[in-house]
C-alpha cells in the first residue's frame, strides 16, 4: 500500500540518505512514476526534499543558533580543532578570513591558535566575541540586522560591509552538505550572504556534522565542487564523504572527540 511504502522510504531516508526514484521502483516492483508521486508526496508532507532523479532527507540543523549551541559541543570542538588546524596551514600570513555563523564555527574560532596572525571578517556577534580573546586576530564585524535564528547580521548593511572585501579563505557554515546537491541553508537572506561570501573568497570551506552530509534543506547555497576543503568527523561514512573527493573536494577528518 502506498502509505506503508511511504514509510519504508522515509527508512531508507533516515538510514541511508539519498534515495533514487530507479532504485525504489525496482526495490518496491512499482514504476518509476509511482515512485516519483511517492517522493512528491514525501516532500509536499515536509519530510524530505526532491532533488534530480530521487530525494534527500531534510537537515537536523533547521533549529534557532541558540539551541544548537547546547548540542553535540564534544562532537563540534573536535571539529574546531580541525578545522582551526586547515586554517592555520592555508591561510597567508596577515590573510583575511571569513567565519560564518554557525555553533561548528564558533567552536572554530574558539580553536584558532594565539599565534595566527590574520584578520577574520565575521557577521557573527557570538564569533566576533569569541575570536576578541585571541590577541594575534584582528577582527572586523559585518554589521546590519540580526536575524536572531541565524546568529548572523543579514540584509543590505551586511552585503554593504561585504563589498570590496578580498577573502582568503571563506568557511561557511552549511545546514546541509551533499555532493549533488551542494550547500544549502534553511534562510533565504544566509543563503544570499554566504553566495556573496563565496564570489568574494579565494578557496572555500566548510565544517559538517556528519548528520548534515547527505542532506537538503530548501535554500542552494554553492555547488559541491566549489568547495576547496571539507572538514568532517572522524567516524563519517565514507559513502557520504567519497562523493565530494569525486567533486575535487580536499577532504579531512577531524580527531575523535
Known amino acids: 500500500m502506498p502509505d506503508e511504502r511511504q514509510d519504508r522510504i522515509l527508512d531508507r531516508l533516515r538510514r541511508g540518505g539519498r534515495v533514487l526514484a530507479s532504485e525504489l521502483a525496482i526495490q518496491f516492483g512499482i514504476s518509476e512514476d509511482t515512485a516519483r508521486r511517492d517522493l512528491r508526496a514525501l516532500?509536499?508532507?515536509?519530510?524530505?526534499?526532491r532533488v534530480y532523479g530521487g530525494a534527500l532527507p531534510l537537515s537536523p540543523a533547521g533549529g534557532p543558533?541558540?539551541?544548537?549551541?547546547?548540542?553535540q559541543?564534544?562532537?563540534k570542538a573536535a571539529l574546531g580543532r580541525a578545522a582551526a588546524a586547515l586554517?592555520?596551514?592555508v591561510m597567508p600570513a596577515d590573510g583575511l578570513l571569513f567565519l560564518d555563523a554557525g555553533s561548528t564555527n564558533l567552536a572554530v574560532a574558539s580553536a584558532l591558535p594565539q599565534t595566527l596572525a590574520i584578520t577574520v571578517a565575521t557577521n557573527?556577534?557570538?564569533?566576533?566575541?569569541?575570536?576578541?580573546?585571541?590577541?594575534?586576530?584582528?577582527?572586523i564585524m559585518i554589521g546590519g540586522s540580526v536575524n536572531r535564528r541565524?546568529?548572523?547580521a543579514l540584509g543590505t548593511r551586511a552585503l554593504r560591509d561585504l563589498a570590496g572585501m578580498r577573502i582568503d579563505l571563506a568557511l561557511l557554515g552549511a545546514c546541509a552538505a551533499d555532493a549533488g546537491a551542494g550547500i544549502a541553508a534553511f534562510d533565504p537572506d544566509d543563503a544570499d550572504f554566504k553566495r556573496a561570501v563565496a564570489r568574494a573568497a579565494s578557496m572555500v570551506a566548510t565544517v559538517a556534522l556528519t548528520d548534515k552530509l547527505g542532506t537538503a534543506a530548501p535554500f542552494r547555497v554553492i555547488d559541491?565542487?566549489?568547495l576547496g576543503h571539507l572538514v568532517v568527523e572522524a567516524d563519517a561514512p565514507d559513502a557520504l564523504v567519497a562523493p565530494?573527493?569525486?567533486?575535487?573536494?580536499?577532504?579531512?577528518r577531524a580527531d575523535a572527540p
Open 150 to 152: 541565524c546568529g548572523a
Open 244 to 252: 565530494f573527493r569525486a567533486c575535487g573536494v580536499a577532504t579531512h
Open 43 to 49: 516532500a509536499a508532507a515536509g519530510l524530505c526534499r
Open 124 to 139: 557573527a556577534p557570538q564569533v566576533a566575541v569569541a575570536l576578541a580573546a585571541n590577541r594575534a586576530i584582528d577582527v
Open 224 to 226: 559541491a565542487a566549489r
Open 87 to 89: 586554517v592555520a596551514d
Open 65 to 71: 543558533i541558540a539551541q544548537r549551541e547546547g548540542e
Open 73 to 75: 559541543i564534544a562532537r
